[in-house]
Structure formats: structure tokens, C-alpha cells
């Protein structure tokens, strides 16, 4: 219901239907008559009885309204003499529009939107501990609490650092010392953080190709210039890479698993790229993004973990392993570096959220950690088999590339606009082409995580596939 004011002057309209408070539409209302001046400097406004009486609200909703107006500098309260307009009042600029392009545009299709099938990079929202995690992130919280009030270590809390290097040695065969962690928000921090670390802006990155789109638009952004280096069978073509950028500074590499290949960097690969490194004074960054998630056999060892030249920087995240709302992860710095990675840590990119650091140090100690790790490689298999088999048998899936599914698009094919009119299906695949950073055509294709293909979901999920296929046709 609307309550116009008969006495006052002003025009103001009280609706007591609108989720705004009361006190909010008072305010609003005298804003807009001092800033377009139909309240002049000097004017005195009702006092907060008067003005109570004639809206019919709490004199204390008005008195509310009018400190706002104060703290605003709109209005001046003169005690006895009442509350008058500033006789300089603040104006307010007009509202322009600006269409500021989000982040990653083009990369990720939004943000804090629900994962749908398919969709690359988010584990599996029904399997995450969320019971656990809550009790555990409590018990954090209030130990947070209690903790003596000092600077904490910007490398991040002793306790989770200690339980990482327990974590590494045991699962990627890397033997560190818990003053080797740098603790960040997520891999893209830590890449970061190596990048400012070896002060490698303006130099020479080799980047795989086809490679991790964010890593390589990271690159860019740095002020690097990244030269694609082919991948086959066996990881990254290091001769290419030395024929093409001998001296580059670094050399970013997903060992572990391709990404988005799936194959793992072989020994003799790994040996080629290490010489290279010496040689050069040079620096390998690995994404160990999915950690042990090997689905096929057991995880091949971290890049780290055969490195006895100290040239390989590890860098891990626990948001594809447990849940990207952690915004945490870790450098492992090799030990001629370690103190440099502190020092910039310190002064530019201190560790991340205390309490969370607390909770998943907890989580890793008893245990929790490597169960969640065992039942999430045994429901992905279980997943990605489950859309192989609704696919059928000639639908041509060419290759399964960690956690997704790769499949090949006829040539010619436009993947990316393919894939922004499968979000009207209600999937989210990802186009192959987005992947390659190099010269030449970019094979188009699909990747389909299959991660979030919860049953119930999955039969709908390949049936929109299938419909854009024949679509496309």
C-alpha cells in the first residue's frame, strides 16, 4: 500500500509492499530532492516527529533516514535548530552504463552458475564431503579464534604445509621440505607466482600445443611471449621446442596427464627437457592438475619427483581434487628457490584463508584426503564408462583424456559456436579448437567431462548431444 505525504512539501511515497525498508525509501526519496534541487541548501526538514507523524512510520525509522543523509554530507544536523540541506551538497554523478567485458570471456561461460553435464574443470558436486568438510571447517574456525594474534607466515600455516609434503612423498614421489610449500589460491595464483618469482616478464615461455587456454592467456597477460611447442605421443616435442625458442625462460608442461590429450610426459621426454633446462638456466612449471586422478592404472609420478637438478616447479591445486570453492593450492619451490618464493610471497602474494588452511590440514591428517582421492578415481571410472557406453559404439569417442571424453567433430566443423548453442540444450562441452594456440588449423572436437554425469542426468545429457550433432549435420 502506498502513503502519500498530505502535509509536507515533499513528495515522499512510503510502500510498505516493497521488500526496501522503510527507512532505506525515506532516504531515497530526500537523495533525489536535494541532488535535483527541489530541496534548496539551507532548507530545513521536518523534524523527526513531524515527519514520523505525517508518514505515519517509527520516529526512529525517520531518525534512521536522516544520519544517512548526514553521514552522505547531504544534510547537517544543527541540534535545537533542526536538520537542514548542506549548503554545498555533494552531487551525485549521473549513472552512465559502461559494458565492461567479465574475465575469461570466450573460456568460462560464467560464474557461480551450476555445473551442467559435460562441463570441463568441476568435480563431482554430488560426492564432495560436504558433512565432513562443514564439521571439520567449524572446529577450524574456532581454533582460528582462540590462535595468539600475530602475523601469520605468508607461506601459509605450518601445519597444512607439513601435511602436503607428508601428502607428496607418499602419492607424486616428491621429497620436500615443508618450507618448499608456497601456499595460493588455486593453480593460475601459483602460476603467477612463479612468473614474478623468476622474474620471467618479457622472455620466452613454452607453452604445449595444444595446451590449457587459461595458462596460456595467463602468459600473454605477464608480458611473455609463448611459443607453441607440438605435442605427440609422448608429451611435449622438446626438439621443437629448442629449435624454435632455445632460450626461453620457461617451460609450462602438464606431465602427469595432457592437457587435453591425456598422455602422460615419457622418461625419455622428461630426460630431454631436463637437459634442456640445465643447459639453458631454464625453468619447467608443472601443472599437476588432477594430482593421482588417473583413471587408467596408477598415476604416473610428479615431474618433481625425478628431478635431481632442482629445475622443476611443481605446482598443485586441490580445486579439481576436492572442490574449486577452497581457493587453495600450492608451489612446491626447488630448494635454490625456496627462499626467493617466500620473500616474493611475502611482499606480493601472501598465502590464502587461515581457517580453510586449518581445516584441510585436519582433513589431510586423518586421513580423508587420500579416501576422497580412492572413491572419486573409482566413481569417475564408473562415470566415464557409463558415457561410453550411452554414446554407443559409432559415435566415435577417439580418446579419454583425464576426466573427460575427446570426441572429433567432422572438419570444417565450428566448435565454438557449436558449443555456445549447446547451453541451450543444458550441456556444456567444450570446444577442442579453444585448446590450440599455434599456427595452422585447429582440429575441432569435443571434450565432455564427466565428472558432474550424475545418474538420472546422463540419458538427457548424450540425447541433447546427439540432437546437436544432427543439428550440425
Not at 510502500?15 to 531515497?28: G, K, L, M, S, Y
Not at 595460493?184 to 620466452?204: C, H, M, P
Not at 570444417?412 to 562441452?429: C, H, N, Q, V
Request: hydrophobic content about 45%.
Amino acid at each position: 500500500m502506498s502513503m502519500p505525504s498530505a502535509a509536507s512539501p515533499l513528495s515522499i511515497v512510503i510502500d510498505r509492499d516493497r521488500p526496501v525498508p522503510i527507512a532505506e525509501q525515506i532516504t531515497i526519496n530526500l537523495r533525489e530532492a536535494i541532488v535535483e534541487g527541489r530541496l534548496e541548501p539551507g532548507a530545513r526538514l521536518p523534524s523527526w516527529l513531524d515527519m514520523a507523524t505525517q508518514l505515519g512510520v517509527a520516529r526512529g525509522t525517520v531518525r534512521t533516514a536522516y544520519e544517512r543523509l548526514i553521514d552522505e554530507s547531504l544534510v547537517i544536523s544543527s541540534g535545537a535548530a533542526g536538520t537542514r540541506v548542506a549548503e554545498k551538497p555533494i552531487s551525485l554523478p549521473a549513472a552512465v552504463h559502461v559494458d565492461i567485458p567479465r574475465p575469461m570471456q570466450g573460456i568460462e561461460r560464467g560464474f557461480y552458475l551450476k555445473p551442467l553435464p559435460f562441463q570441463m574443470g568441476v568435480p563431482a558436486q554430488d560426492a564432495f564431503p560436504a558433512k565432513l568438510w562443514s564439521r571439520m571447517r567449524t572446529k577450524a574456525v574456532r581454533d582460528d579464534a582462540m590462535a595468539p594474534v600475530g602475523p601469520p607466515d605468508p607461506r601459509g600455516h605450518p601445519d597444512l604445509r607439513a601435511q602436503i609434503a607428508s601428502y607428496l612423498a607418499i602419492a607424486r614421489g616428491i621429497r620436500c621440505l615443508p618450507d618448499q610449500i608456497i601456499l595460493t589460491s588455486g593453480y593460475k595464483n601459483g602460476l603467477s607466482l612463479a612468473i614474478l618469482t623468476l622474474q620471467a616478464q618479457g622472455r620466452t615461455a613454452w607453452m604445449e600445443d595444444p595446451g590449457f587456454p587459461m595458462a596460456r592467456r595467463a602468459l600473454e597477460l605477464a608480458g611473455m611471449s609463448v611459443a607453441y611447442v607440438p605435442v605427440d605421443a609422448e608429451g611435449i616435442l622438446v626438439a621443437r621446442g629448442v629449435e624454435i625458442a632455445p632460450d626461453a625462460a620457461i617451460a609450462v608442461v602438464t606431465a602427469g596427464q595432457q592437457a587435453p590429450t591425456g598422455v602422460a610426459l615419457s622418461p625419455k621426454r622428461r630426460r630431454e627437457l631436463l637437459a634442456w633446462a640445465v643447459r639453458e638456466d631454464g625453468w619447467i612449471i608443472e601443472d599437476d592438475y588432477l594430482s593421482e586422478l588417473q583413471l587408467s592404472g596408477r598415476a604416473a609420478l610428479a615431474f618433481a619427483g625425478t628431478d635431481p637438478n632442482g629445475r622443476v616447479i611443481h605446482v598443485g591445486s586441490f580445486g579439481k581434487t576436492l572442490s574449486p570453492a577452497l581457493g587453495l593450492g600450492f608451489v612446491v619451490a626447488p630448494l635454490s628457490l625456496a627462499e626467493r618464493f617466500g620473500e616474493v610471497a611475502a611482499f606480493l602474494n601472501p598465502a590464502p584463508n587461515s581457517t580453510t588452511q586449518l581445516a584441510l590440514a585436519a582433513f589431510l591428517a586423518e586421513g580423508h584426503y587420500l579416501r576422497h582421492l580412492r572413491h572419486m578415481k573409482a566413481l569417475y571410472r564408473e562415470r566415464r564408462d557409463a558415457l561410453n557406453a550411452c554414446l554407443g559404439m559409432n559415435f566415435g569417442v577417439d580418446a579419454f583424456a583425464g576426466l573427460a571424453v575427446r570426441v572429433p567433430l567432422p572438419d570444417g566443423s565450428d566448435d565454438s559456436a557449436m558449443a555456445e548453442r549447446a547451453l541451450a540444450l543444458g550441456i556444456a562441452p567444450a570446444p577442442l579448437s579453444r585448446w590450440r594456440g599455434g599456427d595452422g588449423p585447429a582440429t575441432p572436437g569435443f571434450l565432455l567431462g564427466v565428472t558432474n554425469l550424475r545418474p538420472g542426468y546422463l540419458e538427457k545429457a548424450c540425447a541433447s548431444l546427439k540432437q546437436l550433432l544432427a543439428e550440425a549435420v
